[in-house]
């Protein structure tokens, strides 16, 4: 661990005294020197990079990412190495994620090495590099941040016509909203994805989930009218969803919250969940359905 440390120290003393060549030449040097401020710049970056890598192997993943920082920094002030910037700001990245209480700089380096493919006009890069940067957030219980990063996500996706990534982000947007209490637009967007999937060969086994799911934040709005035609719609949409599990847990909720019959309202979670656990998405939805439907009593499942 001592000599990684000792050369990534190295690397980086190197690679700033470059830098400082390139951005102070001296008089004599900018007409003589053969080596450019560009290049010096160029050679920067690459010693950073390397720094970099020797830190990680000394498992010190914030110099690490600090060094592939300096790295991209560098990278960008050289016209011949502009091309690696992104991709050292995404080194940065994965050694700011290895890191403890690292996320906001992880987050960083994803936003400028988006910037920078976005730029370049290389979106696959940018929806994946998206995506992770939701990842961080949702897991750091930064929730409208998260929901921000996949809706953005998702459209790089859709602009790249994948289809099935661009589908996937807009659910855990649609699931972020129904978390935050939106369950009108979560709904809505459920929908949507559905109605996508049911056109793709290679999604449609997907949509009776998204169905349910548009469903279940319907009934969450607690208005029965809505709920019923809702479940008529789905099952315009897809017509074997009636005969379904999702179809049967949807049909049973409704007829519950109508009748405004705990007993059937549980009947049906039962099961649902006996086939297949109710996941924790699907388990918050039911238990707002439940409490708007007003009842007393308690049940072994919510």
């Not at 994803?110 to 939701?134: G, I, N, P, T």
């Amino acid at each position: 661990m001592a000599d990684h440390t000792a050369t990534a120290r190295r690397l980086h003393d190197e690679a700033s005294a470059k830098l400082s060549g390139a951005k102070n030449p001296g008089f004599f040097r900018s007409i003589f020197s053969s080596t450019s401020a560009a290049s010096r710049a160029e050679e920067a970056a690459e010693l950073f990079a390397k720094a970099g890598a020797s830190y990680k192997l000394a498992k010190r993943y914030e110099d690490a990412g600090s060094a592939y920082r300096s790295a991209a920094a560098a990278a960008e002030a050289s016209a011949d190495a502009a091309y690696d910037a992104p991709r050292y700001y995404a080194e940065a990245a994965k050694a700011y994620k290895a890191a403890p209480a690292a996320t906001a700089d992880a987050v960083s380096s994803l936003e400028d090495a988006v910037r920078l493919y976005s730029q370049a006009a290389r979106f696959s890069q940018c929806a994946r590099l998206k995506k992770e940067v939701a990842e961080l957030h949702e897991a750091a219980g930064a929730a409208a941040d998260a929901e921000a990063a996949y809706a953005t996500a998702a459209d790089f996706f859709t602009g790249e016509d994948a289809k099935s990534s661009a589908s996937a982000c807009h659910v855990k947007v649609a699931g972020l909203m129904a978390t935050r209490g939106a369950h009108a637009d979560a709904a809505a967007l459920y929908e949507a994805v559905a109605a996508e999937s049911l056109a793709s060969a290679l999604l449609k086994f997907g949509a009776r989930e998204q169905l349910l799911m548009a469903g279940l934040c319907v009934a969450a709005g607690g208005d029965a009218i809505a709920m019923r035609r809702a479940v008529e719609r789905y099952e315009g949409l897809d017509g074997s969803l009636a005969g379904t599990r999702e179809g049967k847990l949807l049909e049973g909720v409704v007829a519950a919250a109508e009748a405004g019959d705990v007993d059937a309202f549980t009947a049906a979670c039962v099961d649902y969940d006996s086939i297949g656990k109710l996941d924790a998405s699907k388990t918050a939805l039911l238990l707002v359905i439940k409490k708007g439907m007003k009842s007393e009593g308690e049940d072994d499942l919510l």
